[in-house]
């Protein structure tokens, strides 16, 4: 069946640090992929997708690019900031939507 | 902008007890859902409903009943609550149930059952 493979957290990193959390999918077809936030005590909140092979979803600073010789679609942020900690869930839809575990991040000063 | 919106954000139950979680969205999506949120373990379909007038099973429905009472609503019923059952509930909802349409949430409610 269709998964999702996040890399366990949390990550900690100071502030302006690169970012890289890394997501990996099994999935028949051709899935559309996400990358979702949730901020302390908040819902899910849609970072960024792609819906093709080699399509690259960006927002915020924040971009992932949709490898289907890979099966990845890890997140990666140049310069993170304090206010970027937060959990990070990957996800792709193809019949329904499957997330990861989600991964932690928190971004010291 | 109120877009999802759930009701209570916060509840205890004993054993035994039955409530209704609430969800209404201003956004006049199709398609809603409701997931469990739970420790390690990612976020967990529940139930769904592509439309109005249908619902379907997800991922985790044991427990659990759902009633899309109009295209804005669809509420999460315990009729016997569990302490399995504690979690964080997360409604949805999207424009259409399609692959590229992403999901709106709601900020949560919190359930213990004692």
């Known amino acids: 069946g269709n998964s999702v493979t996040q890399m366990e957290g949390p990550v900690t990193l100071s502030e302006e640090a690169f970012l890289t959390i890394n997501c990996t999918y099994t999935a028949t077809g051709y899935p559309s992929l996400f990358w979702y936030v949730q901020y302390p005590g908040e819902g899910l909140q849609l970072l960024l997708k792609a819906t093709k092979a080699d399509d690259k979803g960006s927002n915020k600073g924040f971009e992932a690019t949709y490898r289907k010789e890979t099966t990845s679609f890890h997140l990666e942020k140049g310069s993170v900031q304090v206010s970027d900690s937060a959990v990070y869930f990957c996800?792709?839809?193809?019949?329904?939507?499957?997330f990861g575990t989600g991964t932690r991040l928190q971004v010291f000063p | 902008n109120a877009g999802v919106t759930q009701t209570p954000k916060f509840q205890v139950l004993k054993t035994g007890q039955s409530m209704t979680l609430q969800c209404a969205q201003d956004?006049?999506?199709?398609?809603m859902y409701w997931y469990r949120q739970d420790p390690g373990m990612g976020l967990r379909l529940i139930y769904y409903s592509a439309s109005e007038g249908t619902t379907d099973k997800g991922e985790v429905p044991n427990g659990y009943n759902v009633s899309r009472l109009n295209k804005r609503e669809f509420s999460l019923r315990l009729e016997s609550a569990a302490p399995s059952q504690t979690s964080v509930y997360f409604c949805?909802?999207?424009?259409?149930?399609?692959?590229?349409?992403?999901?709106?949430f709601g900020d949560g409610t919190r359930l213990s059952i004692l």
């Open positions: 996800a792709l839809i193809s019949d329904k939507l499957i």
């Open positions: 956004m006049n999506h199709n398609s």
């Open positions: 949805a909802s999207s424009r259409t149930g399609e692959y590229d349409q992403p999901q709106h």
